[in-house]
């Protein structure tokens, strides 16, 4: 909220160039948080889908968390007035593979009920198709949510 009185300021006192300024911190500050807010989600995406391929089996619970994962990943991304995305189908493959090691490392604490350290989780799956299968997810439940 300071910025915004900064703002109002810089523009009362004619500071135009410092208000522009200003607004461009506050765009990254936005973006940096919707970034920040999607790879949450998407490290819990990947903690599931991790558990799944390493186990070979799912859980109600895993799905639904999938699901909700999914839906938040969407909400969070999409425009809401200006229409469209703040991250691109690549920024969102970035931000997928900027997520995998939190993801393992707390799957490796829950799948096989913690029996694996988190190398040896990633041994047993292949990194690329657990990525690849987050992003089609993703890519399916953006198909179906079009932007406002």
Not at 10 to 34: F, V
Not at 87 to 111: G, I, P, R
Request: no cysteine; aromatic share 8%; proline share 1%.
């Amino acid at each position: 909220m300071e910025e915004l009185y900064e703002l109002r300021r810089y523009i009362q006192s004619g500071q135009y160039q410092n208000a522009l300024l200003l607004l461009d911190e506050m765009e990254e500050m936005s973006r940096d948080d919707k970034l920040n807010r999607i790879t949450s989600f998407m490290e819990i995406l990947l903690i599931h889908l991790i558990k799944q391929t390493a186990e070979k089996r799912t859980t109600r619970s895993w799905d639904v968390s999938l699901r909700n994962s999914l839906r938040q990943i969407i909400r969070i991304n999409k425009k809401r007035k200006a229409g469209g995305w703040y991250l691109t189908d690549a920024e969102l493959v970035d931000a997928l593979e900027a997520a995998y090691a939190s993801a393992l490392d707390s799957a490796s604490l829950e799948a096989f009920e913690g029996r694996y350290t988190a190398e040896e989780l990633d041994a047993m799956i292949e990194k690329t198709d657990v990525l690849k299968t987050a992003f089609e997810r993703i890519l399916e439940y953006k198909g179906t949510s079009s932007p406002a």
